[in-house]
């Protein structure tokens, strides 16, 4: 691999319209703390948003700006800071990086906007802990600092198949937190606002699943590295219009490309599934390595978490139970080894790259024998690289290129 070899990313276009919808966001949230027009809730990724978003928070998704610590590698600033205060170097880095961000007063959002002055402080927490533990740990270190009520669903984990009666306790926890919600917003519960939020976010969802699946198409019109910044929008803003209209802009832009034949990878030879999480520090710099390699990365768990199919507006509380309990993260082995043959077969992938994260097991699907069970079954080689979400001294740059290349050589080989 020459080294002054140049590749460039190529550019998708609707980014500048990403970047105001991502901005317009900030500044809503920003807003509500300043004037305070609005509560605010801070709310888990997969959690029950949609119901926050019906009495009128502005919600903020503390995992949302984990990544963005990780994004502008400042992370490893923040970690040893909240490792001082107890957190293990060991747990989510999310939660690491962001208590740690959060203990320094500092924050990429107040050097990306200027008018940002600092994550807004919460009135209420709410967490599910359909993903982790580290959830629920999370926003309880905030509420025990900044003495704001923390409550939650604890979702089952490691679910086959998802019966009623879990779907009936789940929705039952749902309601729980209506008197609670009530309370702290001011606002009483209305049924066909949270009905209008839930059919947005469906909304969403379906734009999102179909931005996803243009990758279906040879050459890909996008990469992984490229939707993992595309999917801001279905994380942060997934129970409004907003959201619905960009993708659209975006999905016709990926038709025009697929239209062309102009994918994101000249001269795509390869075919990539990306399991396990981003490092979202070195998004930029494995995306130029895989051009190089002629190899795109095509699909992803990580980006299909944000799809739900299942939200129903006629039937909001149990859809929505649904919807957050069949996610990939929170089922069984058998699960999630059905699923991935799927996705390998879908997106016509010839290899699957494994991301063994520190300091999330509960993203590392490595660790039981799935990478073994798939060669065997599918008939594809996978690699695993070990790394971490936002813990760059996880990561060996040099050791995952070396594996990378090795890998596809042996796909040459075939
Ligand atoms: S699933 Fe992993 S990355 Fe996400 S909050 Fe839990 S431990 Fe952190």
Redesign the pocket.
């Given at each position: 691999m020459g080294e002054e070899k140049k590749v460039k990313i190529k550019k998708i276009q609707s980014g500048g319209l990403l970047k105001k919808v991502m901005a317009d966001y900030f500044h809503d949230l920003s807003d509500a703390s300043k004037d305070g027009s609005r509560k605010v809730a801070w709310c888990t990724s997969v959690g029950p948003a949609e119901l926050l978003l019906s009495f009128g928070f502005a919600v903020h998704y503390p995992?949302n700006h984990g990544a963005v610590l990780g994004s502008t590698r400042t992370a490893n600033d923040y970690i040893p800071v909240a490792n001082a205060v107890g957190y293990s170097p060991d747990i989510?880095s999310?939660?690491t990086s962001d208590v740690g961000a959060f203990i320094k007063q500092e924050t990429p959002l107040s050097r990306a906007y200027e008018w940002f002055d600092g994550v807004p402080k919460p009135d209420i927490l709410v967490y599910n802990t359909n993903?982790?533990r580290?959830?629920e740990d999370w926003l309880n270190w905030y509420s025990r600092e900044l003495n704001v009520p923390c409550i939650g669903i604890s979702t089952y984990r490691n679910l086959g198949e998802i019966r009623d009666y879990h779907l009936e306790g789940i929705a039952g926890q749902i309601k729980d937190l209506v008197p609670t919600l009530e309370e702290i917003s001011g606002n009483k519960f209305d049924m066909d606002k949270f009905k209008s939020v839930v059919a947005c976010s469906r909304d969403c969802t379906l734009m999102w699943k179909k931005v996803l699946e243009a990758n279906e198409n040879s050459p890909a019109p996008m990469t992984f590295f490229d939707a993992t910044i595309q999917m801001g929008p279905a994380v942060v803003l997934r129970g409004s219009e907003k959201a619905i209209e960009y993708y659209k802009v975006l999905l016709k832009e990926l038709e025009d490309k697929v239209a062309a034949k102009d994918g994101a990878v000249e001269d795509e030879k390869f075919r990539l599934y990306w399991e396990g999480?981003p490092i979202w520090g070195k998004l930029r710099n494995l995306a130029e390595f895989f051009i190089e390699l002629k190899t795109a990365v095509v699909a992803s768990t990580y980006c299909n978490s944000w799809i739900f199919d299942s939200f129903d507006p006629e039937d909001p509380f149990t859809s929505m139970a649904r919807a957050y309990s069949e996610i990939f993260?929170a089922r069984n082995e058998q699960f999630k080894q059905n699923y991935i043959e799927e996705m390998v077969a879908k997106y016509k992938v010839d290899g699957i790259l494994f991301h063994d994260a520190k300091?999330?097991p509960?993203?590392s699907n490595n660790r039981y024998g799935m990478p073994e069970r798939l060669e065997k079954k599918l008939g594809i080689p996978s690699v695993t690289i070990n790394g971490d979400?936002n813990d760059l001294r996880c990561y060996s740059e040099e050791q995952a290129k070396t594996n990378i290349e090795a890998f596809v050589e042996q796909m040459e080989g075939k």
């Open positions: 995992e989510c999310y939660l993903q982790c580290d959830v999480m993260i300091t999330c509960n993203n979400l």
